[in-house]
């Protein structure tokens, strides 16, 4: 369970709010109210319950434990549900116990499910232009009958949200790694559209997935941004922004210990210093249908040198 809070300005007193917003959250446990009451009810999550660490292999603790709570979390679509089990007993799991089938390679059959999980995800994405990719809505948030999809997005974090509530782009090229003076330049052809209950995002994480600690205290630019700049120098967002004016503005991933002339100040965001490997993610809650119908374009990356001060 992940639970986000937006902090619209990152002020003293907006953290002040917020740290008071999460002294008041409490999670609590309620009585089940089973509208089938002699229904099997999941056992009470415990270390000992998931605990594979006396498994023989990763892949067979995986299979042990798929048989002690797989049968809680049947398949949404009823009708799929006895189709399933029959593959899963084939498998060796039946009546909470997994047993190796002899005749059954575990190497090879996780090469293959591995191989046929990636391929079901890519056959499910939409290319929107500039190198980005978007799943389509049948995977993402409620996967139905693509157990490929789900099962990729499990492999990788979270299962999300629907494309309703929050777009997932991906960038199809594989370079994630920066030269200690080089940067990556991201230019967005305008204000992504972002329905008033939404906000957007781009966030940088080193290769320990951890924020990039940097001077200036900045590890995200987005429609909170007060700083950020069009090229022709008004801001983009915040009090002193034109609310009516849109148009082209670029945002600088260039190493922490790279800084750049005071004009791309407001626009950078620090990678992590002397370069390597990070991760990006470009977050669309609320996303508006400009989106997904081919009004919007796009940002472009471009690997570039690095703007020197």
């Not at 059959?109 to 079901?120: D, E, G, K, L």
């Amino acid at each position: 369970m992940l639970g986000r809070i937006l902090v619209r300005q990152n002020t003293t007193e907006d953290i002040a709010t917020i740290r008071d917003y999460q002294d008041q959250t409490i999670l609590k446990t309620i009585p089940r109210n089973l509208s089938q009451p002699y229904a099997a009810q999941a056992p009470r999550l415990s270390h000992e319950l998931i605990d594979t660490s006396n498994a023989t292999n990763r892949v067979t603790g995986y299979l042990n434990l798929l048989a002690k709570i797989g049968q809680f979390n049947q398949p949404d679509v009823l009708s799929d549900r006895y189709r399933v089990a029959s593959k899963l007993g084939l498998a060796g799991i039946a009546d909470g116990i997994y047993t190796h089938p002899r005749t059954v390679n575990l190497t090879a059959a996780t090469i293959a499910a591995n191989a046929s999980i990636a391929a079901a995800y890519s056959q499910n994405l939409i290319d929107v232009g500039n190198n980005w990719v978007i799943p389509k809505i049948k995977c993402q948030g409620i996967f139905g009958l693509e157990y490929g999809c789900r099962a990729y997005r499990a492999l990788r974090g979270y299962l999300g949200l629907v494309q309703s509530e929050n777009l997932f782009i991906t960038n199809k090229s594989d370079n994630l790694t920066l030269g200690a003076t080089e940067a990556f330049l991201f230019t967005f052809s305008g204000k992504p559209p972002i329905k008033s209950t939404g906000f957007w995002s781009l966030t940088v994480y080193g290769a320990d997935q951890y924020l990039v600690p940097n001077e200036l205290g900045r590890y995200v630019v987005g429609d909170r941004s007060t700083q950020l700049k069009f090229e022709d120098g008004g801001l983009v967002y915040g009090d002193g922004a034109n609310g009516t004016e849109d148009g082209r503005f670029q945002v600088l991933l260039q190493p922490a210990d790279v800084p750049p002339p005071e004009n791309w100040t407001s626009n950078w965001l620090p990678a992590p210093a002397g370069g390597g490997k990070l991760l990006y993610s470009v977050r669309f809650y609320s996303p508006a249908e400009a989106f997904t119908n081919g009004e919007y374009v796009f940002p472009t990356v471009e690997t570039i040198d690095a703007i020197k001060g």
